[in-house]
């Protein structure tokens, strides 16, 4: 069998050219054999490139086409393209990499060429092996599930619901709103948090297209994309959620008559009843039962006053248990969101030794109206501070703890020192390393503060210590370096505000595998590309929103999550999806059943046929990785476009002039 | 012939062998200054910090003629802390290193002076004695200090604390020999 190869060397402007001599690899390959047609030209990706791809198979009855270009990441669904409009099978195409894999990682322009003629003469060989194959559709199931109720979850869900899409909002917490529902203002335009998140968590509530599951975990994902497969387990929470209406008078006629247990929602400023409401905007408005400190739940032996104050209404339910739920759905939404850095970390400063040394989450809490002091910022003796040290890139930009800038600390920060000044008129002295309000009115609201008189510092604060070392309650010294006096201060406060830094969630890299996609080394979620797919993950049909992908404001957050939900509707619209052929497949045959390939597969994509007693390969959920055909003992298992002929005619002709 | 190296190139080959970041990396942050309990008193005419921002900058005079790196007390405070992770406790041995070459050490300080004599005494015999390595710098003292310095020598004599005659180590050959190949400085004995 003799093939009719058509090879095209791009130049891609002087990106190759520049270290290949284009002209000569084009002349080498048409003396290759089976070479029918060789040329060069500037722009293969070009529309006259394509059309003169096409022209060229239909004029010269070429069979085989290579174009040796950019990565196949880029272009090579383009000329597969252009193959296939060609009028032959979009599969006798490839593609060789000569810029990646050459021109911009070679200074030789003599041996660079002399590579490009190498990894031509290899796709040369290749190609007469290459099969026509299929691309397969798998339909996408309309249904989508988003993990994670914060302020990306919750804009996901409304936007998709909207769309008229069935939504699975699955949260963690007894209630949904997240990290924003716990602020008190938001930058830079200090719009109330609550005012503008709760009525859009009411609107899940009683959407009709939102089935939402607080106090609930994903157990289990299977599938693939269109067609995945989910466990849910909703978590006891010892009431019906059905019939509580949230009146907390189970709250008030508890046993216990005064909250004595630290209340999480609070970050532990404020105390709370073994049944309590998260906050009075809690949604669902259901009470929980927490059964570490309820009586009846420890011991089984209370008065169970709750009961009788719940009356006819029944929603008490002491034998609740944790129940699974199934579901099936083609999209997956990941807005799992973050955790603060833990400023114990960073002893020098004195969180959890002195008292009045705080994180930036707490002081939300205290300056909230719902919060435990009811709004007043206060010192632990209950007196307003005089004077208040915020300090900056607390377990940011320190190789000690974490490299990366947070993103919005900066701006939190100088909103914590507009709002310590308007509530208690202290002196404030906010210690910065550079200060960085890139984004929309941020530099104004910086200048706004600055008028205020809050005082800049631009030094990172080395040490925090007691005034009196006796007591830790005391009036403590802050240290640093003026970098711009270029003197040491040592700025004696009231209390100390630790502006600490994002982190990926604990659980990020058991998430992580959960779903099969993948983490950065700090454990954010990876987008498919920094810049053209940041919401994408490597697995199809499970997207990114907010800050499980990396630290992150409101207004990005929410613009992510629109993007992740469009996304998912381009998915469920187009209603279909095709999936790369490259598969593998099992020789029945030769198959002895040995079951050595089934734990080896990364996605679980082979199963056992007991019948037949061989393996059977799932295309839809095989990703073409080739470690069931490297491991199968009996040489089985084959993989579509990367058959053994055709990566040992490869090799041959790389090292074919050695 | 490759170009003569800048200030900065030379003080980054002083430190290759260090562990910590290049210098370039320094954002200027002064945890190293307000972490320092000597910059931090007031001691050092240039912090540390500015003193790398000084390095960076090219300023070599100006840095040679500092104090800095001379008071420097060795308690790694800011390597430890520095979250750009150079090592600057290093930087302040490499400069020390460096003006003692280059000879540029300044005149009536008493940190050369007393490492000069410090590191020719182990050179010479393998141990530290203090007499002669006190005296190095006792003349730079007030008289009444120096009086109180001599009081202390003689009770730490006189309890047996404080030896006579210089100690010497055994197979001193053999510690030259080493000594020959970390220091740059060519022999020992020259």
Known sequence: MSNRIGVYVCHCGTNIASMVDCKAVAEYAATLPGVAL??????????????????????????????????????????????????????FFQMVNIREHDAWVHTDRAKA????????????????????????????????????????GIHAALTLANAGKKVYLVERDATIGGHMAKFDKTF???????????????????????????????????GFVGNYKVTVRRNPRYIIEELCVGCSECVEACVFKEPKFPDEFNLGLGKRKPVFLPFPQATPLVAVIDPETCIQLKTGKCKKTCVEACGDRKAIDFSQKAEEKEIEVGTIILSTGFKIFDAKRIPYYGYGTYSNVFTALDIERLVNASGPTGGELVLRNGQKPKSVAIVHCVGSRDENTNKYCSRVCCMYSLKLAHLVKERTGAEVYNFYIDMRTPGKGFEEFYSKVSGEGVHMIRGKVADVFLENPADKSGRMIVQAEDTLLNIMRKVPVDMVVLGVGLEAQADANDVRRQFNISCSTEGWFLERHPKLAPVNTFTDGIFLAGCCQGPKDIPDTVAQAGAAAAEALALIDAGSVELEPNTAFVVEQECSGCKTCIPMCPYTAISRNEDKKIAVINEALCKGCGTCVAACPSGAIKQNLFEDDEIFEEINGVLAHV | ????????????????????????????CGTCSATCPVASGGFMDNSPRRIIAMINAGLKERVLKSNTYWYCASCYHCTVRCPRGIDIAELMYGLKRYTVWHAKTQEGMIGPVFSETFVKMIVRTGRSYEPVLATSYLFTLGVPEMIQEAQTATSLMLKGRLPLLPAR??????????????????????
């Open chain 1, 38 to 91: 060789s040329r060069d030209y500037k722009y293969m990706c070009s529309d006259p490139g394509q059309t003169l791809i096409q022209q060229d198979i239909k004029e010269h009855k070429l069979d085989r086409i290579i174009v040796s270009a950019c990565s196949p990441l880029l272009h090579e669904h383009t000329f597969r393209n252009a193959t296939r409009q060609g009028g032959i099978n979009e599969f």
């Open chain 1, 113 to 152: 060429t002399e590579k490009a003629k190498d990894l031509i003469r290899a796709a040369v060989h290749r190609v007469p092996f290459h099969k026509p194959l299929e691309k397969k559709t798998v339909p996408i199931k309309p249904d989508v599930l988003i993990v994670g109720g914060g302020i990306a």
């Open chain 1, 188 to 222: 830079p335009t200090l719009d109330c948090a609550a005012c503008i998140l709760t009525p859009k968590m009411s609107t899940v509530k009683t959407h009709p297209n939102i089935t939402m599951w607080t106090y609930s975990d994903v157990t289990k994902v299977e």
């Open chain 2, 1 to 28: 012939m490759a170009d003569k190296p800048t200030f900065r190139e030379e003080i980054a080959g002083v430190l290759h062998a260090s562990t910590g970041n290049p210098l370039d990396v320094c954002m200027q």
């Open chain 2, 169 to 190: 180590i055994k197979r001193l050959d053999n510690f030259k020999k080493v000594l020959k190949r970390i220091i740059p400085l060519g022999d020992p004995d020259e």
